[in-house]
């Protein structure tokens, strides 16, 4: 049986008839639901627009519309990526309005004078979603005179006993805060209270040959922090980089249906291909069931709401309905900080942002819209793209999905988009390891990101640092840092001719 007539074949069986479950079912289980938002003619259609393509000698139907109907088509410049999606409704476009002024608020020190816009830190990283996400796009490493507002540190601790290692397994803790300075180092306080104190990273230069003589260099980064103003950091409290990501595509991410991934994950490499990809579970903020986890670097938020509470809570230490910590990051042991006003005000609910602020700022995230694509006929581009292909890239970034029927908003409703993720966790290797277990993630996993709005990072937010700390200063560094599974694809495009390596970083550039 040829090779492609069998993977279709296996993908269709998966697709549409295959138990799908985020833990495997065990004897005497009901099991899992399948995916029941498509008719027979429908999956008919999904596979078929799905598969994927073997021609490059021309662009794909529809290729250029990557977000699906949403698809921006605005100019492209320093707003690519805050349009909103262009097929929501006119009433939607007023929410879509509330939702970027609430992303954009300045929250201050309580108490305040300003009504509803105290409750900020007392420890922070951001006084605004903007300033991490600027221009809703990706943050960067402080170099020069950038400060590291868009960028931070995640602080945890391995699991120390049963009881903790059940924790983590039951997915009741993802991993376990310092004791003192809580799950992230906060580099700004409100005024009375000291800092937590700064972060610090230093760069060792590796150079490396690729085929054709060329020579590039990878900066190793190594970190710590300085300044401490509550005490020494655990012994055994790692230090995981993060930048902010972009945030075009959102909503459509979530509306990928639970079977499309799932239906990738081959934790134990039972085809032999050498990618493992893992499915990692998250429990839903409000509810406390286990879903499906799609959003953040080690995937460990299951929907953009609870990214989103996430964020105001640890980043900016804003309370919400969904992560009501008035005192955001601050520990037990930083009394004075806990001791500080915080910005509840009665009249308002019993939280910093109560609602409808959580809302708001949730469906303009999950409604920013993808640019769309740009050069996608141009020959170097196709030519980029059969060797992004032959490379094996596409093993781990999906090119295509279509969303499910049932999507909570018509405007992501069976949409054909183009993401270029598998959003499963995958071992990159030593090189990009941060040692820091979350949830279902080890420390060597990473979710694989999206691609696309990926060639727009320079005109958006004016640099082109790539990876979860920003190592990687262009897309060719970003590439050879992949190890673990992604090991052979990143040695084919080491192996390629300059000029084709030129090609498919210029097809990357084209998303």
Request: hydrophobic share 35%; net charge negative.
């Amino acid at each position: 049986m040829p090779g492609s007539l069998l993977r279709a074949m296996t993908r269709a069986l998966l697709a549409g008839f295959c138990t799908i479950a985020l833990t495997a079912p065990v004897a005497g289980e009901e099991a899992p639901p399948q995916r029941t938002d498509l008719s027979a003619k429908d999956l008919k259609r999904v596979l078929k627009v799905t598969e994927p393509t073997t021609d490059f000698s021309k662009p794909e139907q529809f290729e250029p519309m990557q977000g699906g109907a949403g698809t921006s088509t605005q100019p492209i410049n320093g707003d690519a990526f805050s349009h909103f999606s262009a097929n929501i409704t006119f009433a939607e476009e007023e929410t879509f309005k509330l939702g970027n002024a609430l992303f954009r608020k300045f929250w201050v020190s309580s108490p305040s004078s300003t009504q509803a816009s105290d409750g900020l830190g007392p420890l922070f990283n951001a006084r605004a979603c903007q300033n991490c996400h600027l221009k809703d796009g990706r943050g960067r490493p402080p170099e020069g005179n950038a400060d590291a507002t868009s960028m931070f540190l995640r602080l945890a601790r391995p699991a120390r006993t049963d009881e903790e290692r059940q924790a983590v397994a039951d997915l009741k803790a993802v991993n376990f805060p310092d004791t003192t300075y809580g799950a992230q180092l906060q580099d700004m306080a409100v005024p009375g209270i000291p800092a937590e104190g700064r972060m610090v990273i230093t760069y060792m230069e590796e150079p490396v040959t690729l085929a054709g003589g060329e020579t590039t260099m990878l900066r190793k980064p190594a970190y710590s922090v300085a300044d401490l103003n509550y005490g020494p950091l655990e012994a055994d409290t790692t230090l995981s980089p993060r930048v902010a990501n972009q945030m075009p595509g959102l909503g459509l991410i979530e509306a990928i249906a639970d079977a499309d991934i799932l239906a990738k994950a081959d934790p134990d490499d039972r085809d032999g291909d050498g990618i493992s990809g893992r499915a990692a579970r998250a429990r839903d903020h409000r509810t406390g069931e286990m879903k499906l986890g799609r959003f953040g670097w080690k995937a460990q938020n299951a929907s953009v709401r609870d990214q989103s509470s996430s964020a105001f809570a640890g980043d900016i230490g804003i309370s919400t309905p969904d992560a009501p910590r008035h005192y955001g990051d601050c520990t037990e042991a930083q009394e004075k900080c806990r001791s500080m006003p915080n910005g509840v005000q009665a009249r308002l609910g019993d939280t910093e942002a109560p609602d409808p602020v959580l809302d708001l700022v949730t469906f303009y995230s999950e409604n920013l819209a993808v640019p769309a694509r740009r050069d996608v006929g141009d020959a170097t581009v196709l030519k980029g793209k059969s060797l992004f292909y032959g490379a094996g890239c596409t093993s781990c970034h999906t090119p295509k999905y279509v969303t499910r029927r049932d999507a909570a908003n018509k405007a992501q409703s069976f949409q054909l988009i183009w993401p270029y993720s598998d959003f499963l966790l995958h071992d990159m290797g030593d090189g990009l390891a941060d040692g820091q277990q979350v949830g279902d993630a080890s420390g060597r996993e990473w979710r694989t990101p999206p691609l696309w709005g990926i060639g727009l990072t320079d005109v958006v937010n004016g640099h082109t640092f790539f990876l979860h700390d920003g190592r990687a200063r262009n897309l060719t560094e970003a590439i050879l840092w992949h190890g673990g599974e992604a090991q052979p694809a990143r040695d084919r495009f080491a192996s390629l001719t300059p000029e084709e390596r030129k090609a498919l970083v210029t097809f990357l550039e084209s998303l």
